[in-house]
């Protein structure tokens, strides 16, 4: 079959992902491909993809958007699937084609910027320019652009309204026959928009558009439209990246005791499951690369200065980050001690990935302190190495933390090589989401054989197995959890000098397997041979 993919990553192109979509992107259309199965992906360039990808120009496409006339041009890269760890194609397989549309308006952040830390209001920008991008794409399935495609896979809220479209716009009718997809990779950003009085919302896109508003308008403010609640009720089925977070999402959250779940969507989305057209399905790894080789402590401490020069290198002006981190690793080199333990961690820098670090627990006097000072305090001769970017609020708040603790480096910024090590050098990699709808950071430092500490939510619950090959920690409150991760933490450092236990949780940990190839298989079997098979 031919499945067309949308989304606004795409970890198949340089300069195409920013987190766990454009992996998904970038691995699922060629588990797909060696199934036999041709895969279109389609994603916005953002004037900056079709130039670093060597695409080549197919045409343009007209569209009307926000009541005027635009052109949105098509690139192409050619991408064939080959066989397990390269080599020869093999017999029968599929291709992955990779499209890109571009269009001055998808780079409304700078030039390359796929997403905007937005001043116009909430996924105002970023609503905007997606809005552009997906009646663009609905207009090149109309014109067979993208040659037959046989199924639509949308991805999280940036592609939704090719559903709504799909089902509201009368030039667009014809795709009703098209059976729809949609996966939700992370419920909790939903881009929630004004239904009109604004340049960024629905009536200002399509002003022609009179969709059923009972579907679309969230929950919370009637007089908005709500791009994920759009996705999943005008899709013929619903994808959640793990099975534990399809579980968790049909029931209401509940901040205070540290749940997230529905956000507000758990009564549709609990509907779509009475009829059977919600399936959770765990994100894979691929197991075809292998882990970066194991590299002593001044080589690791040579990649960070290295990746540090190159962040300083891009900026007018050296971050306070930067400042502390390039000072912590010149006293790392002066240090004679050995090093009791390295915890390592790698993500986006957000609410999401950090809360808990900055939960007050006891300092045990009376008093109380940031779960992360404890937790520093506690690990004495061991050593914390955070990298990753996102919120401001956030990345302050752990610079300042380096500061006061000498055992604590943070890398505001990323790469992947620099990334891949601390998957691989650390002994114990820390990943204490509040909420995980799959997660991937958690399956590469397993593939490089080093145990997790996770919050046991989500996919974090369906790939870690406490005491077998990681740690997990639970909790009723926020508070609670904080402290459950700190003696989970304690627990794992000492493990680390029991050579039997510790040999084998790494092992176990080296050992697991969460394979794409039996993920496309659940997608063939749950997700789009059944909907072509129902349809007339």
Known sequence: MHIAMIAAENGALVGGKVGGIGDVIRDVPIALAQLGHEVSVITPGYQSLAKRNDAALLGTLEVSFCGHPETVAIFRVEQTATAKGGGARKKGLGSVRHYILEHSLFASCGEG?????????????????????????????????????????????HASLVALLRRYMPAYRALRAMPTVYTIHNLSLQGVRPLSGHYSSLHHWYPNLAPDLTLIQDPVHWDCVNLMRAGINLSDRVHAVSPNYAKEILIPT????????????????????????????????????????????????????????????????????????????????????????????????????????????????????????????????????????????????????????????????????LADALYADGDLFLMPSSFEPCGISQMLAMRAGTPCIVHAVGGLKDTVENGVNGLSFRGDTPREQAQNMLDCVREACASTAKPALWLNLRRNAANARFSWEEAVLQYLELLYTPLLVSRP
Request: charged share 20%; net charge negative; hydrophobic share 40%.
């Open 113 to 157: 910027a796929i997403y905007c830390n937005d001043q116009q209001g909430p996924f105002a920008t970023d609503a905007h320019k997606f809005a552009l991008f997906c009646i663009a794409v609905c207009q090149g399935l109309i014109e067979k652009r993208f040659n037959e495609v046989e199924v639509l896979h949308l991805h999280d809220w």
């Open 254 to 417: 509940d901040q205070a005791h540290g749940f997230v779940g529905g956000e507000g969507l758990e009564k549709d989305l609990q509907c779509l499951e009475a009829q059977g057209r919600l399936h959770g399905i765990l994100n894979g790894c691929d197991y075809n690369t292998p882990p970066a080789p194991h590299r002593s402590r001044a080589q690791l401490l040579d990649l960070i200065d290295q990746s540090l020069l190159q962040w300083v290198g891009d900026k007018h002006y050296v971050p306070a980050a930067h400042f502390h981190a390039q000072r912590r690793t010149a006293q790392w080199r002066r240090r004679r001690k050995s090093v009791s333990c390295t915890l390592s961690s790698v993500g986006r820098v957000t609410g999401q990935k950090a809360r808990l670090l900055m939960e007050a627990v006891s300092d045990g006097h009376g008093g109380e302190v940031y779960a992360l000072d404890k937790l520093l305090t506690e690990l004495g001769d061991g050593v914390l190495i955070m990298i990753g970017s996102g919120e401001e609020f956030y990345e302050h708040f752990f610079t300042c933390a380096m500061a006061r603790h000498a055992n604590f480096l943070f890398l505001q910024g990323f790469s992947e090589e």
